[in-house]
Each structure stands twice: as structure tokens, then as C-alpha cells.
């Protein structure tokens, strides 16, 4: 199962390991792509949730866009 989200202010390189460190910590979740441009962070695995996910960004010092 593959779960997308919008990021809302990730600008570099820093933000993009930020974010994938935190959400690879979910359980459940297998792979993080991250597309700096659109901010989209496509999260791939099974079991997990959205909010998992959301409080993963949040933890990065991010926020998922409603």
C-alpha cells in the first residue's frame, strides 16, 4: 500500500532526512519518497496510520496538509 501526503515547509536536503527519518520509525511503514518541489511524501508498507504518519511529520517539526 502506498499513502501520499503534502508537506508544508521542507526546503532542502535537511528537511527531506528529517522527515524520512522520523516516518521510517512508524511501524508498518517500508519506504519514504519525497519530492522536495510539490512537497508530496508518498509512504509505502502496511499497517500503519495516518495519524502515525502526521505526528511522525510533526515530531520532524512539519506539518501534513489537511
Known amino acids: 500500500m ?3 501526503y503534502v508537506v508544508e515547509g521542507m526546503t532542502c ?3 527531506i532526512s528529517a ?3 522520523e516516518i521510517t520509525e512508524v511501524k508498518g511503514t517500508q519506504g519514504v519518497d ?3 518541489a510539490t512537497g508530496n511524501v508518498a ?3 502496511e ?3 495516518d495519524e502515525a504518519i502526521v505526528a511522525a511529520v510533526a515530531e520532524a517539526g ?3 496538509r489537511d
Open 2 to 4: 502506498t499513502k501520499n
Open 13 to 15: 536536503e535537511h528537511c
Open 19 to 21: 522527515v524520512t527519518d
Open 34 to 36: 519525497v519530492d522536495l
Open 43 to 45: 509512504v509505502t508498507g
Open 47 to 49: 499497517g500503519f496510520s
Open 62 to 64: 512539519y506539518k501534513v
